[in-house]
């Protein structure tokens, strides 16, 4: 442990406790305190010395030697107070009078001792305050001038000195003062490094600080204009911080944004604490050069209290962004489920209320026209009715027994238990038995009912039981949503490795808003009390469900009022797949035209080839 570390721990003992934690006050302290103590120790080691060569002091030298004692008072005075300004005040005082003490006694004004009053306002400067500076020149142009008057008016004890003894007496008042001078520059310089480093450090570390914080610092005028903003912003926005100076930041906010981001920077100059969420525009990073915008959070407020009541000087506003990109589209994607689930819920009523009337309708049927049969007696029903009312309950029991079957399907496939039973079949043959089927209720419609099945359709590999199920479904769909007179045209076609099937109408049509959203478990178009038609709505949901089993595509061309059209892509050889089923590609839904349809209808007629059947028509 050297000297000096021992000196230092020993004034930092002495500090008072307001100066410890700062180190630029803790350094100004220690300057202070160290001179005084060890010149005022030095003094009283020296004073033996010149008792030894003076002899016997006078009254005046032994008041000056105990005048030395000042120094140290004024160090205890800091240091139990740490009252700094008003210290070195004390110490101008302590200075100046004994200088004055000296100098009245050895010549006044032209004493050896005068030259030291230019050593006061010096050593006031250490202070680094003006007030205490003025104060200290002041007091020793006062006592330059109270010496010249005390002079002047011969109130001096007469004590005329030799002039061997008056220049030996100039040149140690003239050296000590230099010497005094010089430690008094030393300080100031010790104390301006100190005051540099520690600068140096606080800046470093703020820069380190600003380098490395995620968040965006910034400084704004009232008008929004960037006077600073910190360097994240180069990783937020991926430009540079020049470019964002001035109204480069506001350029970069979305239109439609610009509005609530100058109202908060305004409120916050006028002394309010604003938050305000907004777009920001990043620097195109693909190559095709699209516009990114990213959400940001600004909080901001203002700079200085005080100045922004102050109508003479222009508010400034202090702002911190961040980016909550991530937490918008989170929230975008709760709103979504959220619609989703209300949407799904309503659905779900929508089906139950259809299904209510499903189940009632064949239900009331069954038990009305049994209640009949058994009472056969009392009524006298004939063979005739009694068969006729067998008949209407086969049909209804054979109706509800369809959307029983048709909900349980649909519940399977919604639990991933839906197996498909793969086994080669002939797709022609099965397209048209389906078209038979549903021939008599097309002509009751007054629907042409149109069927394109080349004969060179390939066996394939499959489900033929969903195969039917598919095209019944789509096929019934099209003749009870088409209009007496309408056509619904059924073909398919090989392409690749898949069968195409094409099922268009001229019905009704589906609206661009329920176009998104067809296919989906419990959802119908339209209202339950404005359906014409009868249904559960579960027929292409099972058909989407029963082509996604498959691997297969499903596409839906629709417009209100101009028909519909659907395709689906079913592969030849039908392989299990290695994902899940919610994983594949099911359904591109897309509005089209009605001259579009009837122009891929009338295409595939012309290209029919010559030693193939024509197109089977069952009409009415």
């Keep these: 442990m050297t000297v000096l570390s021992i000196i230092r721990d020993c004034l930092d003992a002495l500090l008072h406790p307001s100066a410890r934690y700062d180190a630029l006050t803790r350094a100004r302290h220690r300057a202070f305190m160290a001179p005084r103590l060890l010149g005022s120790l030095a003094a009283f080691a020296a004073f033996p010395v010149y008792l030894a060569m003076r002899g016997a002091p006078s009254a005046i030298e032994v008041a000056a030697f105990a005048w030395l004692i000042a120094p140290i008072m004024l160090s205890w005075f800091l240091s139990r107070t740490g009252r700094y300004e008003g210290a070195h005040v004390l110490s101008s005082l302590a200075l100046a009078g004994l200088i004055m003490a000296v100098a009245v006694t050895t010549g006044g004004i032209e004493s050896f001792a005068a030259v030291w009053l230019v050593v006061v306002p010096l050593e006031a400067a250490l ?150 969420e907004f777009r920001l525009r990043r620097e195109p990073v693909s190559e ?54 209300e949407a799904a819920d309503a659905a779900k009523t929508r089906f139950l209320a259809t299904m209510s009337h499903e189940l009632r309708t064949p239900l009331n049927a069954i038990i009305g026209f049994s209640e009949m049969i058994a009472q056969e007696q009392s009524l006298m029903l004939g063979a005739a009715q009694r068969k006729e009312y067998a008949q209407l ?39 048209l038995h389906c078209c038979n089927l549903l021939a008599l209720k097309a002509r009751e419609n007054g629907i042409d009912l ?99 089993l498959h691997l297969g595509e499903l596409t839906v061309q629709s417009r209100l009022g101009e028909g519909t059209a659907v395709t689906v892509k079913l592969p030849l050889v039908y392989t299990p797949p290695q994902v899940k089923p919610a994983e594949r590609k099911i359904a591109t839904l897309t509005p089209a035209l009605r001259q579009d349809i009837q122009d891929q209808a009338h295409d595939q007629s012309q290209d029919q080839p010559q030693d193939q059947p024509a197109l089977v028509k069952k009409s009415a």
């Design 393 to 431: 309950i086969n049909d209804s029991g054979q109706h509800l027994l369809s959307v029983v079957n048709g909900i349980l399907d649909m519940s399977k496939m919604e639990s991933g238990t839906f197996e498909i039973a793969s086994e080669p079949f002939a797709p022609r043959a099965s397209l």
């Design 127 to 276: 202070s680094a305050s003006r007030r205490v500076a003025a104060f200290a020149s002041l007091l020793a142009l006062s006592c330059a001038g109270m010496l010249i008057l005390v002079s002047q008016l011969g109130w001096l004890p007469v004590a005329e000195p030799s002039a061997a003894e008056r220049g030996v007496l100039m040149a140690f008042g003239v050296a000590s003062a230099t010497l005094y001078a010089a430690g008094l520059a030393f300080g100031a310089e010790s104390l301006a490094r100190t005051s540099v480093a520690l600068l140096s450090r606080e800046e470093e570390r703020y820069r380190l600080l600003a380098r490395n914080m995620s968040d965006v610092i910034s400084r704004h005028q009232r008008n929004g204009a960037v006077q600073f903003i910190s360097p994240a912003a180069e990783t937020m926005l991926g430009m540079q911080v020049a470019q964002l100076l001035g109204h480069g930041l506001f350029d970069r906010v979305h239109v439609a944004d610009r509005p609530a981001y100058l109202t908060a920077l305004s409120d916050a100059a006028r002394g309010e604490v604003r938050s305000v």
């Design 288 to 341: 095709r050069g699209q516009v990114d915008f990213i959400w940001v959070e600004m909080r901001c407020r203002p700079l200085d209290q005080d100045r922004a009541r102050d109508v003479t000087c222009e508010a400034e506003v202090v702002a911190v962004m961040r980016d909550v990109t991530d937490r918008k589209l989170f929230e975008q994607a709760l709103d979504q489920a959220r619609s989703a689930a």
């Design 450 to 548: 149109i069927t394109d099945a080349p004969q060179d359709l390939p066996v394939m590999t499959g489900d033929p039981r969903a195969f039917k199920q598919i095209v019944l479904n789509l096929v019934a769909n099209a003749i009870k949503f088409t209009e007496r007179g309408g056509q619904v045209c059924v073909s398919a076609a090989v392409s690749g490795s898949q069968l195409t099937l094409r099922i268009s109408d001229t019905g009704v049509g589906i609206a661009p808003d329920d176009l998104k959203r067809i296919g989906a478990p419990f959802f119908q178009t339209g209202t339950t009390y404005q359906r014409r038609h009868e249904g559960t709505g579960l027929g292409l949901s099972i058909v989407k469900s029963l082509v996604a």
